[in-house]
């Protein structure tokens, strides 16, 4: 098992794979956002809005994903008055993009010698989850 990798993993509203990146721990969120980002732009020029957590918050992000076109960053991350439970708006949508791939038995730790076969198996577990939905309807 190797230790010290980042997935980043970028879902629409569905929580269909969009895209995914997986990097050494040592970069932070915020900076492994706009790689990500910038990977999809040619392909898919339409999305303007993206939901991230708390990880991504901060003006370098902001100023990164400038330069990359017109996005706006919603952060989702809960009040600092808050106290106990508190239900937080669109968090589904960040925290089932990291909950699906890992209930694939592969993702659930990264086992991977690289990363390319990392963000394979996060591709697979995406056609996996895609498929299952076709089968269902």
Not at 86 to 96: A, G
């Amino acid at each position: 098992m190797v230790k010290g990798r980042k997935r980043h993993i970028l879902t629409d509203t569905g929580g269909l794979l969009v895209a995914a990146l997986v990097h050494g721990a040592h970069i932070l969120d915020r900076d492994g956002a706009p790689p990500l980002l910038a990977s999809i732009r040619r392909a898919f020029p339409w999305p303007r809005h993206v939901f991230a957590d708390g990880g991504y918050a901060g003006p370098k992000l902001k100023a990164a994903l400038a330069k990359l076109g017109r996005w706006t960053i919603e952060i989702i991350k809960r009040s600092d008055a808050a106290k106990g439970f508190e239900l937080l708006p669109r968090c589904w949508v960040v925290e089932r993009g990291f909950a699906w791939p890992g209930r694939n038995r592969r993702l659930a730790k990264d086992f991977e010698a690289s990363i390319a076969s990392a963000e394979a198996w996060l591709l697979i577990a995406s056609i996996q989850l895609l498929v299952g939905r076709m089968v269902r309807h």
